[in-house]
């Protein structure tokens, strides 16, 4: 989601909760001398505080499951998320004062920098690609067609091709060239992958075929190009979305120690 | 009598005998093109010079014979300058014309063949002289015309259609069709005469590629004699029907058998001969809607199909009868009705290759005639078949046609039967002006068939205010103001529309005070509508805001690219709320950073409605597109959006088996549905479901002001 200014409300509402409770903390908190500051009524807040945060957050995806349901907006549920689930790691902070305590604790700590931080991670790059896949992609499609959209276009390369009869530098091009980067664009040392490379190579194979092939030679051009920004889509789209593999996965985790750790720590 | 000497006979012949017909009578054969026996000679090829001793040659089809007249009808001379004439003739033909290619007939290549013409010595003409298409039975090719004046003598004085003409002047000089109209949309009746009498490839018989029907069980060809002995085609061309017998076929039809089904392409027409047939509708009359969410917190949301009857929607229209393809409406309550000998169905169909609005069955053992378009096109112009067609409408149609528009429900039988013997059905072709803009308004008209586009000009150009259909209704404004048109209206495809003249329109208004009052009601909002139309197109410069067609939409699905995390949440809320089926695609055009994604809408040129067979798909008065619950899934408004924004959801109904009538069996049938704005919700699902803040539902005009410069809304650069 991309943090602008519609964020403001949430992010006066963090500030002034955090700061609540960074002042209670200041405060009130038991000095270390006296035992762990998690066992203490404020300590326990600061806990059943952190981890609702956290379960609001990790609600988001059970939201996204059931769209339709009119349970609140998603956005409204996505900044809630965001915001909520950053103001969470403090709060848990407050909640240990600053210690890691056992292993369980410790393992909850660090899982909850790491969701947090790969929250961030993925937060920024949701603000900035975006942006950057509008500006780079203007041929872009449907990912999930990526794949019928290549073949396609090499259905078309060949049919473009197929059509010339006498054009020796322009077979051998095709061939040896460009056909192998549209079957493979993504193999290694594709000389037509780079923008820059690709526009010499016609610019070159243009002054070795005759004029009234410039037309096919242009759209071969064309299909190149459109065949790199599909590449570079699936290359960003990966970045889009590949950081959830980790946040989920370890978000799930967290929810689950931090419960078992809520029990425990409240049972016995 | 008159004696004179023919190439040396003496020959004998009464006062007042051309000569042509002279040297003919006597068994002399003097060569023509311009003039044929059974009609009046005019001279004007001058092929048929003869020497009769005077200065120059004379033209023997228009000279009188004198006593002691010396004719040399042969001569060397003679020869020399009817070759020159043929000569000059031919330069200007293109050779072989399409008589000369179809059966070798064209006179003009005969007689240059037998004067020794091969290839003319004088240049042909630089440009070509053009070909009329338009007409469905005949194809005009004026490059190969003589200005014989054969077809304008045929055509008058043999028919006395009074359509073909001359038009311009010297070299420009062509023949024309009423005031210089393609034939096609002329008043010309396609009686073939014209093409009978021409001498070239100008007048042709069109040899369309499939005029054949196939041949099917219980099917026999239809000789055209006995086409003529049946009253429909009283006053057809007989060399028309010999020329297209194949396009006609007989039919049988066993007690049960189905005709035609609803939805169906097709291309052609039935004409009932015998026996009687059943129209209905199979599709169930429900419209698809959204439940659901609206009851409960949790509760997901269905689409399910529901009548007016059991929910009734916003607006929903009060239609008491479902138009179709046939001369009788069905009735929303019953939509069954019974046809019989003399009618006839499919017009819409055959004409325009519309889907099938209605399922035809054969009530008892039937016998039709089946024909393709080129012969309707034919019937539709004679005047006979029109008179029954006008008779059969008026008796059968006219009243439902009238009282299903609410605001002549009230008119009483007596008027109805005074309107009945004065309105008037009037017929256009695809592209016709029915009226024009700014000219004076002197009727009122009720579209009976086909589509009519109202449009108003402006400096940069033309804005499509509306599109009619069946049933809708136009002229009042200009009637009720007493000024001119408004606007113009277009036949978009081919059209009746019944014509009620000013001065009864004045007197049903005067009769009618409710009528008065609801006609300027509806008037009024109209020009209030056109007007705000009118402005936004002067307020929106933007070329490619046009170009993609943004300014004709009322609401739009924009997706903010910077904003969009491609996770297509969106879509699968829409899928989720639609039982599966979405109605939202996320790929489209972009504007500036925004996604225009594939969602209906809303349209204010809304192309969609162009040739539904039943007339259900309509806009409410807010403009939003609604799909009426007797829609027949036929598809034609999903093929016409030109965005794709309109899809089809099946839905198992219990449906009368085909094979068994009486037996009802679950059977999928289809319903067009489009993006319903999730109205159950305050907010489309789309909308409500995306996470990042990037989908937005807007008025692209509002929403884009800032991007187009005029004013101030949302959407930033």
Redesign the interface.
Known sequence: ??IDS?HKPWLWISSTILAVALLLYVFFRTPRALGSQGGTPLGLGFGIAGFTFMIFAGL?GAR?K??????G???T??RGHLWLGLLALPLILFHGGFHLGGALTSALMVLLIVVVASGIFGAVL?HY???V??REL?LE???EQIDSVRAQLLAEADERVAAIESAAPLAEFYSRRLRPYLENPSAREQPLAGADQAQAAFAQLRTLVPPELHETLGDLENICEEERQLTRQVQL?HW??AWLLLHVPLSLALLLLGAAHAIMALRY | MIELSIDGRKVSVPAGTTVFDAARINGIAIPTLCHQQNETPVGVCRVCVVDVGARVFTASCVRPVEPGMNVSTDSDRVRAARRTLVELLMSDHPSPCARQQHSGGCELETLAKLSGVTKPRFAPRGSSRGQDDSSLAIAVALDACILCDRCIRGCDDIRGNFVLGRMGKGAQTRIAFDNDKPMGDSSCVSCGECMVSCPTGALTNKFVVSTALPAAPGSEPVAPEELLALPLFKNISGTFLELNQRAVLKRHFRRGEVICREGEYGSTAFYILEGKARVSLSSPIAYVKTQG?ARG??S??TSALAGRSADRREEEGNQRSIPIDAPVDLAYDNPVAELGPGDMFGEMTCMNFYPRSATVRAETDCTMLEMLRNVLDILQRNKTFRAQMDETYRRRALDSHLRNVPLFAKLNPEFLDHLRERVELVRFAPGQTICRQNDPADSFYLVRLGFVKVSENYPGGELVLAYLSRGDYFGEIGLLGGGPRIATCTALDHVEVVRICGEDFAEMIAQFPEVRSGLEQVAQERQEANRQRMSLVRSVPLEYFLAQGLMEAQSLLVLD???????D?CV??CA??HDGVTRL???GL?FD?YLVATSCRQCRDPLCMVGCPVGSIRRRNSLEVIIEDWCIGCGLCAQNCPYGNINLHPFTVQAEDPGAPGRQVATVRQKATSCDLCTE?A?P?CV???????AHRVDPRKYFAPLLGTGTGAAKS
């Open positions: 989601m991309r519609t988001l996204k059931v769209p339709v349901w009119r349970v907006r998603a956005q549920w996505m949701q690609l975006p942006t896949m509008t203007p499609t449907i990912y789209h889009l979305h | 969410g917190f949790f997901k949301l690219l910077e904003k969009c995390t491609r996770c949440n699968r809320a989720d709320a695609v996320r790929e972009r950073k919700h907010e699902s409500y479901a995306c996470p990042h803040d990037a």
